[in-house]
């Protein structure tokens, strides 16, 4: 498996690869999404993950582009360990995109397979790094 970095990619909705509903999940916390030990890692090829704000996330959560694919959320009820920015209403629980990257591979990091972070749990901290040293 190749490291992580290699397979991780950024795009805007109109550059979005074509996403096949077997093989897809998108990160966005609903009634009935996986958890990430639900998840089948030799079937799983692509993770979306959106980076907006809430009401502009559940607004991309009802597009067309994601229509039939799988939902997954993280467990628990996270809260952010940094600051975030926040408009109208909002909660204290959810976290901001790359602190739920770094918990998602967490969550993970037991199961890949030939990978170095295998039983690693702080095999991602380094994610996080430019956000612990400006908090």
Same mark, same amino acid.
């Given at each position: 498996?190749?490291?992580?970095?290699?397979?991780?990619?950024?795009?805007?909705?109109?550059?979005?690869?074509?996403?096949?509903? =077997?093989?897809?999940?998108?990160?966005?916390? =609903?009634?009935?999404?996986?958890?990430?030990?639900?998840?089948?890692?030799?079937?799983?090829?692509?993770?979306?993950?959106?980076? =907006?704000?809430?009401?502009?996330?559940?607004?991309?959560?009802?597009?067309?582009?994601?229509?039939?694919?799988?939902?997954?959320?993280?467990?628990?009820?996270? +809260?952010?360990?940094?600051?975030?920015?926040?408009?109208?209403?909002?909660?204290?629980?959810?976290?901001?995109?790359?602190?739920?990257?770094?918990?998602?591979?967490?969550?993970?990091?037991? +199961?890949?397979?030939?990978?170095?972070?295998?039983?690693?749990?702080?095999?991602?901290?380094?994610?996080?790094?430019?956000?612990?040293?400006?908090?």
């Amino acid at each position: 498996m190749p490291y992580c970095c290699a397979l991780l990619h950024t795009c805007g909705m109109e550059q979005l690869p074509q996403l096949h509903l =077997s093989n897809t999940v998108l990160m966005f916390p =609903s009634d009935g999404a996986l958890l990430p030990d639900q998840l089948d890692l030799q079937q799983l090829h692509h993770v979306v993950i959106l980076d =907006s704000k809430w009401r502009k996330a559940r607004e991309l959560n009802q597009d067309k582009a994601f229509e039939g694919i799988k939902r997954m959320k993280l467990p628990g009820s996270p +809260r952010s360990r940094f600051w975030r920015f926040h408009t109208g209403e909002t909660s204290d629980e959810g976290v901001c995109t790359i602190e739920a990257l770094h918990l998602l591979l967490q969550a993970l990091a037991g +199961r890949l397979q030939d990978h170095p972070c295998q039983g690693d749990p702080h095999y991602f901290d380094n994610l996080l790094w430019y956000f612990a040293f400006q908090h």
